[in-house]
């Protein structure tokens, strides 16, 4: 299995509050990857990462930001949930190139109330 | 963007017998995968095939990427196939790490 953690794995918060996830990769991968899966939609990405500090938007990416300062940390921050931001949201990497398969962490299921 | 449409999406099979689950892509691809989430939901990788054939003890795939389809076909299925089987493709007009998903097959499996 693909050594990727992710943290929370499960977090309650309110309307307004600020929310940082963590994503940690121990297999060296270049690429990373936040997604986040609702009933209906499937999994959408939100955005990328194909190294330190190069970082880029994917299909659903407004009210989110990230960073990545090290190879192996993939940081997603909602600046200020909002309660269409409840889901289930999926981290992954692949080698080191978009052709790559890509391997999933275990998700974190977050509400905002 | 590209269109990635999966079918069927229920299944529903006995112990012991073959399914083969589609999914269609919209435009010509350089990136095409298959996933299973299993009921606790977690995701796996089961191919990358962006054309041709692969297989993974009962698990094949093959990719028409000239037809735009790719098939998955499961023998033999368990109780532990059960969950849901997603297909993503990225177009080729992309960078290769943009995959649009299908909204999956979910797959019962019973003893």
């Known amino acids: 299995d693909a050594g990727i953690t992710q943290s929370p794995r499960h977090k309650v918060t309110e309307t307004g509050t600020p929310v940082t996830l963590r994503c940690h990769q121990t297999?060296?991968?270049?690429?990373m990857y936040w997604y986040r899966q609702d009933p209906g939609h499937g999994l959408r990405l939100i955005h990328y990462s194909y190294g330190v500090k190069d970082t880029d938007k994917g299909e659903v990416s407004d009210g989110y930001s990230v960073s990545r300062s090290k190879t192996e940390d993939f940081l997603l921050t909602l600046e200020s949930a909002t309660s269409s931001q409840t889901s289930v949201y999926f981290c992954a990497i692949s080698r080191d190139k978009g052709y790559q398969p890509q391997h999933f962490g275990d998700g974190t299921r977050l509400s905002i109330l | 963007g590209i269109q990635v449409e999966q079918s069927p999406p229920d299944l529903i099979l006995q112990e012991g017998a073959n399914s083969t689950l589609r999914c269609n892509f919209s435009?010509?691809?350089?990136?095409l995968q298959w996933f299973h989430q299993n009921p606790w939901g977690q995701l796996i990788n089961l191919f990358y095939?962006?054309?041709g054939t692969k297989q993974n003890g009962r698990l094949s795939a093959t990719t028409v990427a000239t037809e735009r389809y790719s098939l998955l076909y499961i023998s033999s299925s368990q109780t532990t196939d059960s969950g849901v089987y997603f297909c993503?493709?990225?177009?080729?007009?992309?960078?290769?790490?943009?995959?649009?998903f299908g909204e999956g097959t979910q797959l019962t499996v019973n003893p």
């Open positions: 993503a493709a990225e177009g080729r007009e992309t960078s290769g790490s943009r995959l649009t």
């Open positions: 435009d010509s691809v350089n990136n």
């Open positions: 297999e060296n991968h270049r690429y």
């Open positions: 095939i962006p054309s």
